[in-house]
């Protein structure tokens, strides 16, 4: 039977779209520039609206493949790899049709840092090269919570750098090239300790995206079981900054006193300093004095900051920050007293910060970390008790403050 062009309707995916392509690119265009501090799964996310389904694959080819060119800033080709990765994330990587170019970036951006590095130097795509190395592997998915901004400036240790990371691929024409071994005996070593190898960095790999994580959200019991022993090689040299620790403190509290101690024992550049300054300005609720009470019980050995020589964390702590700490935790109840006249909040959290505070320097008297006949030690404690005498925790530990004068 015979079919007229006037009952014939053109397949969808070659109906004339050339307006609705050019605004989808310029939509793309936009994203791409402005999703720098926006978690790259939130960032594919929004390409997966902005960009109809049909065309996805043609505006991967024509938009962001051209990106992943070496003049592209690292911010956004981290973007851009993240984004060709979740197109078809669902399924394995190795069915992803865009695995052979992320692949060849990998390899072209890896040479690249290796030559920086036998120079002495630390190229700017190391990041890159590591996240590349993340989708390869099959582990994309852990980038999603991390925004480019974040990836490219977040510090790499030295077992993922780019000489370090090879993904399968690459390995076994590696293994292909090398001169065989002698002996059977041989093969199987060169082969488990390359293994071994592999199943290091790629643990290690997974713990450092853990503890990322962890300054944003509150991780599992099972996340925090992987990544405990982890932490002594993960602040040696840190993955992260003291700028850090001070939300990681605050939302997994359980992490608080294994991670300071290996930060406080690691040896980096810029010493425990930084850390303590964190310990310092930590607010006074009950997980901060459960942290710094099981600091000043820590025997473990660590620099001494004025002689160099060796001294304890909780000696550490007790001279370098224990007083710093209860003035901050009075300044912060102060300003939460002056809030709560002026109504600004609503909550209990001056009475119970008071209460805690007096609570926590009662302990430390009893176990002899202060001296209550000191008034380099209990002064402004003193005055802090009497002015919120009307609580009975702080009543009570005046008395004992006034008592030690005589």
Sequence with gaps: MMQTASYYQAPLAVKPTAPMGDATRTNVNHLLAGAFSTPCSTAAHAFMQIVPPL??????????????????????????????????????????????????????????AVRVANAGGISDNEQLVWVLWKILKGDGSDIGPFSPNTLAR???????????????????????????????????????????????????????????????????LAEQRALLPMLPKLTSPSVITSLDLSSILATNPALGHPLVTSLLTSNSDTGPEPYLDVLKHLPPTLPSFDLIGRLLRDSTSVTDITTGG????????????????????????????????????????????????????????????????SDADSAEMAHFTLRNSRFEEANSLYRILAMGKF
């Excluded at 995206?209 to 599992?220: C, F, K, Q």
């Excluded at 000696?315 to 809030?339: P, S």
């Design 55 to 112: 065309s996805r694959f043609q505006v991967a080819l024509d938009v962001l493949m051209p990106m992943l060119d070496s003049s592209v800033d690292i911010t956004q080709r981290i973007l851009v790899s993240y984004i060709l990765y979740s197109l078809y994330a669902p399924h394995p990587i190795a069915i992803n049709p865009f695995k052979s170019v992320l692949y060849a970036t990998f390899v072209r951006e890896r040479e690249a």
């Design 310 to 373: 060796k001294t304890t964390i909780a000696d550490l702590v007790r001279t370098e920050m224990l007083g710093w700490f209860i003035h901050e935790c009075i300044m912060w109840l102060d300003r939460a007293e002056q809030d709560e006249r002026e109504g600004n909040i609503s909550d209990d959290r001056f009475a119970k910060g008071v209460q805690n505070l007096c609570r926590f320097y009662s302990s430390l008297i009893k176990l002899s970390i202060v001296d209550p006949a």
């Design 154 to 220: 977040s510090p790499l240790p030295p077992k993922l750098r780019a000489a370090n990371l090879t993904p399968d691929e690459e390995g076994s024409a590696q293994r292909t090239l090398d001169n065989a071994p002698r002996n059977g005996a041989e093969v199987n070593w060169s082969a488990e300790g390359r293994n071994e190898r592999d199943e290091e960095n790629e643990s290690y790999s997974r713990a450092a995206t853990l503890l990322l994580a962890a300054r944003e959200r509150v991780l599992s």
